[in-house]
């Protein structure tokens, strides 16, 4: 890469930093911050859309520089924490809390690990046929996601999940607290895999 492709690509950083910082300070004065993290292409109105390089969420100088003393109202989590190590989910999420106002929400929806059908398990298992599977690097039950966020200081309110019995249980959830696309409940449909699913849970501060 040369030298003017580096100016350029560092001040593409650098703006995306400061706009996600003005716009968090933006919702604030409204009265609402909507936090998607890990977004990658994805828009939602009303809503923040962040990712890598603009916001590492496992670094805590990333946090203090965007949120600068503001608080989130929710945080959307969808198909990220599957690509964190255990240790970093916990780390993830504890930032999430530390940056949340009282009673906000943290949506988090991941691959199941409990789901019956082994095209779905194949489909979504760290280095899997999936997109994105190869850097998948945990995966995550109604238990052991629910554990971790409970021990941080989470309520945790299930929304989609298979038991270890092998039962799909379903909640309707609001979109205004976050959209999930990957859901039993969107009828997603994915190719040899008619009963695609994730597993969805809120996690109140």
């Known amino acids: 890469m040369n030298l003017i492709n580096q100016l350029r690509r560092y001040r593409w950083y650098l703006t995306g930093r ?17 936090v998607v993290l890990g977004a990658s292409h994805i828009m939602y109105a009303d809503w923040i859309c962040t ?44 930032f999430c809390y530390n940056y949340l106002n009282a009673g906000g929400r943290l ?42 966020l409970q021990e941080i200081g989470f309520n945790v309110h299930p929304i989609e999940y298979w038991t270890k019995e092998g039962k799909l249980h379903v909640t309707p959830f609001n979109d205004q607290d976050g ?7 969107r009828n997603l449909t994915v190719p040899g895999i008619p009963d695609y699913s994730s597993l969805i849970l809120d996690a109140i501060k």
């Open 179 to 185: 959209p999930v696309r990957r859901s039993a409940q």
């Open 51 to 94: 990712d890598l390089p603009h916001f590492d969420i496992l670094n805590e100088n990333s946090w203090k520089y965007l949120f600068n003393g503001n608080y989130a109202d929710t945080f959307l989590s969808e198909h990220v924490f599957e690509h964190l190590t255990p240790a970093e989910v916990r780390k993830a999420a504890t």
């Open 18 to 34: 400061i706009k996600i910082r003005k716009s968090i300070q933006a919702a604030t004065k409204k009265g609402r911050v909507n």
């Open 107 to 148: 949506r988090i929806a991941v691959p199941d690990e409990l789901h019956t059908n082994p095209k779905y398990i194949e489909y979504v298992r760290m280095g899997g046929s999936g997109p994105g599977a190869h850097d998948h690097r945990s995966m995550w039950n109604i238990n052991s996601l629910s554990n971790v």
